[in-house]
């Protein structure tokens, strides 16, 4: 059997007095293109928020690449890269040097500084912010002064500069006009793209939008901290949508 690259397994995170995951258990294969669904409080962010190594849960193991989550050095903890749901831009610094911030678990502290002063490359952050359909007039804006759909493409383009291996995203595609999401979705989704970036091979995507599940090959329903359904995308029939919603 091969190893799944990330793995939960009986995993609880209670918060306060409520438990918003509850004896999770899952495993992620290379490869899969998983969408996230259940309502708001239904346990998604919580659940990436354990995935990525944010939230450490209160029961359970976490495993990346067949080793415990809190055993992994920080380059290792890169191959997971996240985008959030309340984007978590940094507002005193530029558009591109919010991208270039992507790059930080796998540059020195000197590339930090740099970024700070505004005197690193921006070339590879232009790259990605313009495949993210970024016009190069906001490149060197300030993070207050633009809109909140191309903050959402920022912290898009930053994610995806780490070249990692898996990308967890939640709710990547608010802020976005149809045509806009669609692009951005198929960049997600395809690994091989015409613009010869490195996307992560495998994803796993929360979504609300039941209209955005073609290019997905698995789908995972979440209620009340659980999963209540984790099925091949072509054998999701109305009843299992039903259980979540």
């Avoid at 984007?87 to 700070?116: H, M, P, T, Y």
């Avoid at 990692?164 to 951005?184: G, H, Q, R, V, W």
């Avoid at 793209?193 to 599940?213: A, C, E, F, G, W």
């Avoid at 995308?233 to 259980?243: D, I, M, S, V």
Wanted: net charge positive; aromatic share 6%; hydrophobic share 40%.
């Amino acid at each position: 059997m091969i190893n799944p690259l990330l793995e939960l397994k009986e995993v609880s995170y209670k918060n306060k007095n409520n438990f918003t995951l509850n004896k999770v258990s899952l495993r992620i294969k290379s490869g899969e293109k998983i969408a996230l669904l259940g309502k708001s409080g239904a346990g998604k962010t919580t659940l990436i928020s354990i995935l990525n190594g944010t939230l450490k849960p209160n029961k359970g193991r976490v495993k990346l690449f067949n080793t415990e989550f809190d055993k992994l050095n920080l380059y290792q903890k890169s191959k997971i890269s996240t985008i959030w749901q309340d984007l978590r831009l940094i507002e005193d610094l530029s558009a591109e040097q919010n991208v270039n911030c992507g790059l930080l678990g796998k540059q020195s502290f000197l590339f930090a500084f740099k970024n700070l002063l505004n005197i690193s490359s921006f070339n590879k952050a232009h790259q990605y912010m313009q495949v993210c359909n970024l016009q190069k007039s906001i490149f060197s804006k300030n993070i207050r002064k633009i809109s909140g759909g191309q903050k959402q493409r920022v912290a898009i383009a930053r994610s995806l500069i780490q070249e990692s291996d898996i990308l967890l995203a939640d709710e990547p595609f608010n802020n976005l006009d149809p045509k806009l999401t669609s692009n951005i979705k198929n960049l997600l989704l395809i690994t091989k793209n015409k613009n010869k970036i490195k996307v992560p091979k495998t994803t796993l995507i929360s979504l609300h939008r039941l209209d955005l599940l073609d290019g997905f090959n698995r789908i995972i329903g979440m209620k009340n901290g659980e999963i209540l359904f984790d099925l091949e995308k072509t054998k999701l029939k109305k009843y299992h949508l039903n259980k979540i919603y």
